[in-house]
């Protein structure tokens, strides 16, 4: 219920009059931003009910928070407002700064919101990781990412091994050195997606524009119409944010942006939120984007050269995982990386990715039941390469594997592609159903869905003896 009388003086609003003419710090914030936080609390400014907004603000996200309004958080926390807060000049009232971990001092500013009776921003300072040393030490991300860790220290179990994000970070680096356009943009993710070596480097060309996908994504729209090749890093799961702008800001004009999704497919105990799972069916209806899914490390660093030299959109994807040995090709054809090619084979084996050394090790298993498959690696999965078209025809079934959504996914595209180059060949899809996966290892995932070399030399036993009929990965 709303109270009748007036607000006490503490919930009163600042007028927006303080904000336009206040000091030139205030006025200078980054318009991007404060467009963006007016529209999300612009309904509840004007609604006539009454929320108690906790805004818990510990001066970072993955990492240290940028930008203007950060630093007018800043002086906020310092007591120095500046002549009216930002919360104040969008209608709402502002009660703080208060420790977030004084629990009197909490349960105060909470009884002050209670009596303002209309909307109310309680600014909450907190410090991230307060009370475990490990993490409060950790200059990183204050262990935001947990690894398999001792309890006792919070620090990795067991020596660190060569991961995906590095072997990207380190290539990025060798052609940031040769090439003065390329500039890297991060959504405040510069250390887990491998940027922060970099802008320790090359500090002026790597932009981080804090949680704002779409931002982050149409700042490189401009930067690329400004004659630079910006590479854009972002979790998989977190380009889903910003799909309006990878569309009609950098595809529709067709711009040379590279988009680098670490964390692509399972990524395992982050759960269902960060699993990289739609990444493939959602750009490939994306018109002139190409995506490179490279297999080990080697193929990465050669699809980041290739990326950054395209003069369109391109996209490089990657697991969240420790880097496998390289997967040697036993000969190429027309862009296509042949990995395992015996006489008279009767499957085409189609692995995305890192998933090629599971492809490879099904084919092992399935040649001791005296079946052979042909193992290829399109490097490039999105357009369809149509050289898979005459493959496909030279083979009895074909098999894809992917660990991304089936339903629109890599498979789906090349069967669509052979249908209508009027390849008869039938097409199994292993990928992930279209259901949110659940917490779990990632080996132990793709282990469930059919994606480890047992369930992919089922798959393709299965599909043999009755290509129509659908295997049970499938379902």
């Known amino acids: ?10 919930c009163r609003p600042g007028p927006l009059l303080d904000l336009i003419t206040g000091p030139e710090d205030l006025r200078a914030l980054d318009h991007e931003k404060l467009v963006r936080l007016a529209a999300e609390i612009n309904n509840l400014s004007a609604s006539p009910g009454r929320v108690v907004i906790l805004l818990n603000d510990n001066g970072r996200s993955y990492a240290p928070t940028a930008g203007g309004v950060a630093a007018h958080l800043e002086r906020l926390r310092s007591g120095d407002g500046g002549g009216g807060d930002l919360f104040g000049a969008l209608g709402l009232a502002y009660l703080g700064p208060v420790d977030g971990h004084d629990p009197a001092a909490l349960d105060a500013a909470l009884e002050q919101a209670r009596a303002c009776g209309r909307t109310v921003v309680v600014h909450c300072v907190t410090r991230k990781g307060l ?204 862009g296509l990386d042949l990995l395992r090619a015996p006489r008279r084979a009767a499957t085409l084996l189609v692995p995305v990715g890192g998933l090629a050394t599971a492809a490879t090790g099904a084919a092992d298993l399935v040649a001791a039941t005296g079946e052979e498959c042909t193992v290829v690696d399109p490097r490039w999965v999105r357009p369809v390469n149509p050289a898979l078209a005459d493959l496909a025809r030279a083979h009895r079934l074909v098999v894809t594997v992917e660990d991304g959504v089936r339903d629109g996914g890599v498979g789906a595209a090349l069967a669509q592609y052979l249908s209508r180059r009027g390849v008869t060949t039938p097409v199994r899809t292993l990928g992930l159903p279209t259901r949110f996966v659940p917490h779990g290892g990632r080996d132990e995932l793709l282990r469930r869905y059919g994606l480890d070399p047992a369930g992919i030399t089922a798959a393709v036993l299965d599909g043999l003896a009755d290509p129509v009929r659908r295997h049970p990965a499938q379902r």
Do not use: C, N
């Open 131 to 334: 009370g475990f040393p490990p993490a409060e030490t950790d200059e990183a991300d204050q262990l935001h990412t947990v690894p398999v860790s001792d309890p006792a220290t919070g620090r990795p179990s067991r020596p660190p091994a060569r991961t995906w994000t590095d072997v990207f970070s380190d290539e990025l680096l060798d052609l940031f050195t040769e090439r003065a356009d390329l500039v890297a943009v991060s959504a405040a993710m510069t250390g887990p997606t491998g940027l922060a070596a970099l802008g320790r480097v090359f500090p002026d060309r790597v932009v981080d524009v804090g949680i704002a996908e779409q931002h982050a994504v149409t700042a490189a729209a401009g930067l690329a119409l400004g004659g630079k090749h910006p590479v854009v890093a972002i979790y998989a799961t977190f380009l889903g944010r910003a799909f309006d702008q990878v569309l009609l800001d950098v595809a529709l004009h067709r711009l040379p942006v590279t988009f680098v999704l670490d964390r692509a497919g399972i990524t395992g105990p982050d759960g269902p939120s960060h699993h990289g799972m739609w990444d493939l069916a959602m750009l490939g209806v994306v018109p002139g984007l190409r995506i490179a899914a490279p297999r080990d490390a080697t193929t990465l660093r050669r699809a980041l050269r290739e990326a950054v030299a395209d003069p369109g959109p391109t996209v490089v994807r990657f697991p969240k995982a420790d880097v496998m040995a390289d997967v040697t090709p036993v000969t190429r054809v027309e």
């Open 1 to 10: 219920m709303i109270d009748s009388g007036d607000p006490p003086d503490h």
